[in-house]
């Protein structure tokens, strides 16, 4: 979409179809050009001057329709479509998409294993909460998990409501092989901000870079 005006992605916005499926290729094209499989597939805002209730319904039908399209058009390229909820209470209050729930069930009525959760712990732990059997229940659905503490949004040992090592741990009894996205804003530079993965790491027997101490 345009950012400038005010608008956050297009796949659940009427009218709006034709700039998506431009938009959507465009992505395609940059994402192939530098190998990467999948896609967050922003669904936006509900129009200004709107009751969310009142186009809910539109909104919805409209993004089933578009993610259809997305699936098909990904399939050629052996990407994944990604759908991430964003919370309404702090970031956005106009955002559609919102939880976890409201995206497993809009999956479902899609019905492509190519389309997949983006789970931001932070935006889920805001509206939600239950971290640990959300993870549980959705892990079939998740294809790439997000993580900030709450509620500053900053690296996961700032001081918050979030236990990022019980997370971790938690992600790997699941069986989790993805990557773990740091989308936060580090409170120093982004080296000084990658400190707390050092520090995990050695809590785990493991040297820079994730490699095991007893490995080498």
Request: charged share 20%; aromatic share 8%.
């Amino acid at each position: 979409g345009d950012p400038e005006a005010g608008e956050l992605g297009l796949a659940a916005v009427p009218g709006r179809q034709a700039a998506f499926r431009q938009g959507l290729e465009a992505a395609v094209h940059y994402a192939r050009a530098v190998g990467c499989p999948r896609i967050h597939v922003m669904a936006g805002r509900v129009p200004l001057g709107t009751d969310r209730a009142a186009v809910a319904g539109e909104m919805e039908t409209t993004f089933i329709e578009n993610l259809r399209y997305t699936a098909d058009l990904l399939s050629q390229e052996d990407m994944i479509g990604l759908l991430e909820p964003i919370n309404n209470r702090i970031t956005d209050p106009r955002y559609y998409l919102n939880t976890p729930h409201q995206a497993a069930a809009i999956l479902e009525k899609v019905g492509r294993p190519n389309l997949k959760l983006q789970l931001d712990l932070f935006h889920c732990q805001i509206m939600d909460g239950n971290v640990s059997r959300n993870l549980e229940m959705y892990f079939p659905l998740i294809g790439h998990i997000q993580i900030a503490q709450v509620p500053g949004r900053h690296e996961p040992d700032s001081p918050g409501e979030l236990n990022f090592p019980y997370i971790f741990e938690l992600l790997e009894s699941l069986g989790y092989t993805g990557y773990v996205g740091c989308e936060y804003a580090p409170k120093g530079d982004t080296l000084e901000g990658l400190g707390w993965l050092r520090s995990y790491w050695e809590s785990r027997g493991l040297q820079h870079g994730g490699t095991s101490k007893a490995a080498k």
